[in-house]
């Protein structure tokens, strides 16, 4: 049974892909504090309207209620005095505004679990989700299944044309892939691209008599 931080409050990342159970890891860690009778809060920003804009959801259809916020700061203003831990779902879209909020809450003694997309439509990291990584005292990597092979996947390949980073969608736009599936600039169903061998290690060189 993991043993919590006492007398000060902490950051939990919870990283990975899309569909790769952020959103149920946070909503399943904000239960047990409910059930232990803890005051949360969950907040996600206003930009994530796929499913509702008063709960997270995640794509197995968990749902708890959330509050929708514009800008991380709105986080500061909304918060009860008997508050013992927030929860913030889809930290990507709040931008490097996150960090000041987020470390502000865990030095007021609150336990902050953060879910994001550590890599974005090209696999390039996705600010802030590294810094949080780095400030975070417990850092959970999630991975979904590639759709393509079946491996562990830790992209999220576009489906779509478009070249902006953020575009809002689940399986209409997105799927799961593993490193060997994902093919960053490939847009709607292009045939996937076989693998590529390894490059042949040097001969081993030859022993001394
Ligand atoms: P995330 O927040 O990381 O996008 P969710 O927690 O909303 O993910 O959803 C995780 C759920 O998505 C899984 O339990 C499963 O039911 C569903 N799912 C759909 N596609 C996949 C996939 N390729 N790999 C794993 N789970 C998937
Ligand atoms: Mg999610
Ligand atoms: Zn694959």
Same mark, same amino acid.
């Given at each position: 049974?993991?043993? !919590?931080?006492?007398? /000060?409050?902490?950051?939990?990342?919870?990283?990975?892909?899309? !569909?790769?159970? *952020? /959103? +149920? $890891?946070?909503?399943?860690?904000?239960?047990?504090?409910? %059930?232990?009778?803890?005051?949360?809060?969950?907040? *996600?920003?206003? /930009?994530?309207?796929? %499913?509702?804009?008063? @709960?997270?959801?995640?794509?197995?259809?968990?749902?708890?209620?959330?509050?929708?916020?514009?800008?991380?700061?709105?986080?500061?203003?909304?918060?009860?005095?008997?508050?013992?831990?927030?929860?913030?779902?889809?930290?990507?879209?709040?931008? +490097?505004?996150?960090?000041?909020?987020?470390?502000?809450? @865990?030095?007021?003694?609150?336990?902050?679990?953060?879910?994001?997309?550590?890599?974005? %439509?090209?696999?390039?990291?996705?600010?802030?989700?590294?810094?949080?990584?780095?400030?975070?005292?417990?850092? /959970?990597?999630?991975?979904?299944?590639?759709?393509?092979? &079946?491996?562990?996947?830790?992209?999220?390949?576009?489906?779509?044309?478009? +070249?902006?980073?953020?575009?809002?969608?689940?399986?209409?736009? %997105?799927?799961?892939?593993?490193?060997?599936?994902?093919?960053?600039?490939?847009? &709607?169903?292009?045939p996937v691209l076989p693998m590529t061998s390894p490059?042949?290690? @040097?001969? @081993?060189?030859? $022993?001394?008599?």
């Amino acid at each position: 049974m993991q043993r !919590f931080p006492e007398e /000060t409050g902490w950051i939990e990342v919870i990283c990975g892909s899309m !569909f790769s159970g *952020k /959103t +149920e $890891e946070l909503i399943s860690r904000i239960r047990r504090e409910i %059930y232990a009778r803890k005051q949360v809060r969950i907040f *996600k920003p206003r /930009t994530d309207d796929r %499913y509702a804009v008063g @709960a997270v959801v995640s794509h197995s259809s968990l749902e708890l209620p959330c509050v929708a916020v514009d800008h991380a700061a709105d986080i500061l203003r909304l918060l009860d005095d008997d508050l013992s831990v927030v929860g913030i779902d889809e930290c990507q879209f709040f931008g +490097e505004e996150l960090l000041p909020v987020v470390e502000s809450l @865990a030095n007021r003694g609150l336990r902050v679990i953060c879910a994001g997309l550590d890599q974005d %439509y090209l696999g390039r990291p996705f600010d802030p989700m590294p810094h949080l990584m780095a400030v975070a005292e417990y850092v /959970t990597k999630k991975l979904a299944v590639c759709m393509v092979c &079946g491996n562990p996947a830790n992209r999220s390949q576009r489906l779509t044309a478009s +070249e902006s980073r953020v575009v809002i969608g689940a399986d209409d736009a %997105y799927e799961a892939r593993c490193r060997r599936c994902f093919h960053p600039r490939e847009a &709607g169903d292009q045939p996937v691209l076989p693998m590529t061998s390894p490059p042949a290690l @040097a001969p @081993a060189a030859p $022993e001394r008599p």
